[in-house]
């Protein structure tokens, strides 16, 4: 082998493993991301949390989606923010809210530009029995798990939530469990701005939830058979 060739060969090799790297790092900071989404939920940090979000974002709860930044903001900061802490941005006396997030299966696009992530949520949620202050139709101690399948986008640089897709799949109460329990959350039923917290479109009827059992697809194929 020439001179030549083994200085191209060792530059091929230089690019495949920089773009492997490259890769590796963007795993990890869609993990990040992801995982810091959670921590922001956690601590009703509802403007931290929107802000995670690109311009061009798509929120989907229940049955409902929220179109861009404006979008998430009536969903996490007018709905979410005034029901759970009265309108304060940060945590609240006696309220649980926590996101234990797992599973993550991240895959970056060729061109490094957007990527899809798997993630299992598991929430334990409910109120002090000394707070004051009522949530309407919120459980005092219950358990919740569910799916998300997102969509991911560098902006300038920078990793932001393109589609958040959360699947809940079932609700429990904390004394009587899972096998006596349903969901509390009902599905969407007004647009915005009939409902002024409502989202953009309502985009299916209310999915099946527990006691019902579905398969979230999966956005990536099976890593032996390739189907």
């Known amino acids: 082998m020439s001179d030549a060739d083994a200085f191209n060969t060792l530059q091929e090799k230089v690019e495949a493993l ?3 790297v490259g890769i590796l790092e963007d795993v990890n900071a869609i993990r990040h991301l992801h995982y810091k989404y959670g921590y922001y939920m956690d601590k009703c940090l ?5 802000e995670l979000f690109s311009d061009s974002a798509e929120v989907r709860f229940l049955n409902g ?3 861009g930044r404006k979008g998430a903001q009536r ?4 709905w979410f923010r005034n029901l759970f802490t009265g ?3 940060g945590p609240a006396y006696g309220f649980l809210l926590d996101h234990l997030m797992l599973q993550g299966v991240i895959d970056v696009a ?3 530009a957007t990527a899809r992530a798997r993630f299992r949520c598991f929430m334990q949620g409910g109120v002090h029995e000394s707070k004051k202050e009522v949530i309407p139709n919120f459980p005092s101690q219950f358990w919740e798990g569910g799916i998300y399948e997102n969509e991911y986008v560098r902006e300038d640089g920078v ?3 393109r589609l958040l897709n959360y699947n809940m799949l079932w609700q429990a109460t904390y004394k009587e ?8 959350l009902g599905a969407l039923t007004k647009t915005f701005p009939e409902d002024p917290n409502g989202p953009d479109e309502l985009v299916s009827a209310m999915p099946d939830v527990w006691p019902h059992t579905r398969v979230v697809p999966f956005h990536y194929p099976h890593p032996v058979t390739g189907k």
């Open 46 to 50: 509802y403007d931290e949390t929107v």
């Open 159 to 161: 990793w932001k939530i």
């Open 177 to 184: 469990g899972w096998t006596h329990s349903a969901v509390h």
């Open 87 to 89: 309108g304060h941005n």
């Open 75 to 78: 969903l996490y900061c007018d």
């Open 65 to 67: 989606l929220y179109r």
């Open 18 to 20: 920089t773009r492997q």
């Open 110 to 112: 060729p061109d490094r």
